[in-house]
């Protein structure tokens, strides 16, 4: 007679932990760099063209300050959208399987990018190539909710527990490496061509590149994902997705928390990458091409920052340094005013200032909460925290921050930085409170 197989509990524990160790952090930490660096990158570009094409060539009916109301409205566009994308496809996700979330995903966020690359201005399609641009806008905001592969959430799991700040550090390098190759890419192309040709056809070629980032990105993410290591990893972690209508209704309070612990970080991300080249292209107080220089350093500067940020974090904790760096930012928020209003060498200080505490500030703002979470609803809440947070603290940035500036002052940027400021640490400390009762 046969009797079925038990196995051994001393087997079973040995085979879970070799499917650990096939997964190293380090190699994780390799496939979020460079998933976060593609979805940067594309962000960065629209962003960019935003300030110094679309006014022109989809706008050109509209004063120049009105051309960036109106190019920074269809910015936000994509921030407004994230959340959705981020449910319909872990929709497909629980429908399909990982990868065709994955593939699906970036495919929209290729083909998006490269619309937008393709669009006729509107002295050609009039308002139908501002809908079209919305509409590109609107997709790519899907597409990168949909994007969510829960590396990040393995990596801080896998990570050793007294070196999770550095490597949720790690992911966070992909915003500063992302606004320097875009940079330094627009840089190239409006210092060499004649303005006429970087109006009509050169801008255009950042937005191919960005669709050629994104093939070698999904290939470089989808041999990480659909391993049999990593599905097992995934698997083992209980990171698996949730409907977001659950999420929201026992989770929601984490959420809310979660995307506003961050927010000064957030906050300060568009003021120092997309609010200055805007302000000084309005008040044509500096050449373009400088600024664009200046910004370039800066990205390195927040690059040694974000990387400063996993050192200290690991030693005064996560909390302690994402509250630090918000009331340093509302320091910081006091002296805009004098310097974006004065020398070019003052409006540079402002730049290079934001990047040093952006660096450091939003290496650790990703998950900062995250802990709150059970098991089971990390790997959707790690998402949609990252959508909320965008969408409350970045997406709207360029938009108030230029329309109340050049209408009443420098000031509110100040005021904005420090709301900011008050809710990350309002959220903090009603987390702390949370976790002691």
Not at 62 to 77: D, N
Not at 103 to 130: C, H, N, Q, R, V
Not at 283 to 299: F, H, K, P, W, Y
């Amino acid at each position: 007679m046969s009797t079925a197989y038990e196995p051994n509990p001393a087997d079973v524990t040995a085979s879970s932990a070799e499917h650990r160790a096939k997964v190293a952090p380090g190699e994780i930490a390799v496939g979020v760099v460079v998933g976060r660096t593609s979805e940067y990158f594309d962000f960065f570009v629209y962003g960019i063209a935003s300030v110094l094409v679309f006014p022109s060539v989809f706008f050109p009916f509209a004063s120049q300050l009105e051309g960036l109301l109106y190019a920074f409205t269809i910015f936000s566009f994509a921030f407004i959208a994230r959340p959705f994308g981020t449910a319909l496809f872990m929709m497909i996700q629980r429908r399909w399987d990982r990868s065709v979330k994955l593939t699906a995903s970036l495919f929209m966020l290729g083909t998006a990018t490269a619309g937008i690359a393709f669009l006729p201005g509107y002295e050609t399609l009039g308002g139908f190539s501002i809908l079209l641009l919305a509409l590109f806008r609107i997709v790519q905001g899907v597409a990168l909710g949909g994007s969510w592969d829960g590396l990040p959430s393995l990596l801080a799991l896998n990570a050793p527990r007294d070196r999770r700040s550095w490597y949720a550090m790690l992911g966070q390098l992909g915003a500063p490496i992302g606004f320097l190759v875009a940079s330094a890419l627009f840089l190239f192309l409006f210092t060499s061509l004649p303005s006429e040709d970087f109006q009509g056809w050169g801008w255009r070629y950042p937005f191919f590149v960005a669709f050629a980032i994104n093939v070698v990105a999904l290939f470089a993410r989808l041999r990480l994902v659909v391993t049999h290591e990593y599905t097992a990893a995934l698997e083992e972690r209980e990171l698996e997705p949730l409907g977001t209508r659950e999420m929201l209704r026992k989770q929601g309070y984490n959420i809310f928390i979660g995307s506003f612990a961050a927010l000064a970080s957030y906050a300060l991300f568009h003021m120092v990458t997309i609010f200055p080249l805007s302000w000084i292209y309005l008040g044509d107080t500096q050449a373009i091409s400088n600024v664009l220089a200046i910004q370039i350093v800066g990205a390195i500067i927040g690059m040694g920052g974000t990387v400063f940020s996993g050192w200290i974090a690991d030693r005064i904790g996560k909390r302690t340094t994402v509250a630090t760096l918000a009331v340093l930012i509302g320091v910081f928020s006091l002296f805009t005013p004098m310097l974006m209003n004065g020398s070019p060498l003052q409006q540079d200080l402002f730049i290079l200032i934001g990047f040093a505490l952006l660096g450091v500030s939003y290496g650790q703002a990703s998950g900062t909460v995250t802990a709150n979470f059970e098991r089971r609803f990390r790997y959707t809440g790690a998402a949609l925290t990252s959508d909320f947070a965008w969408l409350f603290g970045a997406a709207f940035a360029p938009l108030v921050a230029l329309g109340l500036s050049a209408k009443f002052g420098l000031a509110y940027v100040s005021v904005y930085l420090l709301s900011g400021v008050v809710c990350t640490l309002l959220a903090l400390r009603i987390n702390k409170r949370l976790e002691n009762d």
